[in-house]
């Protein structure tokens, strides 16, 4: 929304809490109270409407959803309604790699709606990130109690993004015309060198701990057993993610040294 404000678009969102909105600047009329899990409350909300970016997807569960509910059904209601209201095209911002790893539930729900959107008949286009800074909390997490813990050697790759860098790109596609857009941020990363720069953050020595893959099959294999999705869904995510390569073409400025600078400074005010 940041980057549709700055460049002076015409533009609304929805929200079932439109507070939070308001607060980022938006005006009352640019705010649509909804709940994109139930249809009813979409009805008639995008006359006039071209365009429709979807962001909807969760990682970590609540209010008794699943994946299929959100990341495929609420999706699949605001797609319905674009339809219905002759919206040209639809963005749909999703995650790189989805199409290999549908056996995971949250990539299930999602790649299941891809399929959909292939097959409706509207212009669209599907952006794939390499995951983004926030995600990378994860190692700042534990770097702040002074080592990282790491599956495997740490030499897998990944250019994660700044999401302020990742709206450029959403806002760029309403524009051409690329189906698929596979995004990533400046820097190409081990996880090793992501560990150095959550600890050097920190001011912490440096301290990796490299696990055998073999506790990672016994600990995802026990989380599946003895818990719910809501708590072994976004473990399962994280760690298939880390687990290969995850490379994208290079966008934007921002860099994850900096990003986790700013983290602990804005931790330990």
């Known amino acids: 929304m940041k980057e549709l404000l700055f460049r002076g678009m015409d533009f609304k969102a929805i929200a079932r809490n439109p507070d939070k909105l308001l607060g980022l600047g938006l005006k009352e009329d640019q705010v649509i109270k909804a709940e994109v899990t139930n249809p009813e409350t979409l009805n008639g909300t995008m006359t006039q409407t071209d365009i429709i970016i979807s962001t909807v997807g969760i990682t970590r569960q609540k209010d008794g959803l699943t994946y299929m509910d959100v990341d495929y059904q609420a999706n699949m209601n605001l797609l319905h309604e674009a339809k219905d209201a002759g919206v040209s095209k639809f963005i749909y911002v999703s ?126 294999k026990a989380l599946k057993t003895f818990s719910s999705s809501k708590t072994y869904g976004p473990f399962e995510f994280f760690l298939a993610m880390m687990a290969r390569d995850n490379i994208a073409p290079r966008h934007g400025v921002h860099r994850l040294e900096n990003f986790f600078t700013q983290e602990v400074d804005r931790l330990t005010r």
């Open 95 to 220: 995650v790189i790699g989805g199409e290999q790893m549908r056996h995971l539930k949250i990539m299930e729900a999602k790649e299941q709606f891809v399929d959909a959107l292939k097959l409706w008949g509207l212009d669209y286009s599907v952006i794939r990130p390499n995951g983004f800074f926030s995600d990378m909390k994860d190692f700042l997490d534990m770097a702040k109690k002074g080592k990282v813990y790491l599956f495997g050697n740490g030499e897998f790759k990944l250019n994660p993004i700044h999401g302020s860098d990742l709206a450029k790109v959403v806002v760029d596609s309403i524009e051409n015309n690329e189906k698929e857009v596979v995004v990533g941020g400046p820097d190409i990363l081990t996880q090793n060198e992501i560990a150095q720069l959550a600890l050097q953050a920190w001011k912490r020595p440096i301290k990796i701990s490299h696990l055998p893959n073999w506790v990672k099959r016994i600990l995802l």
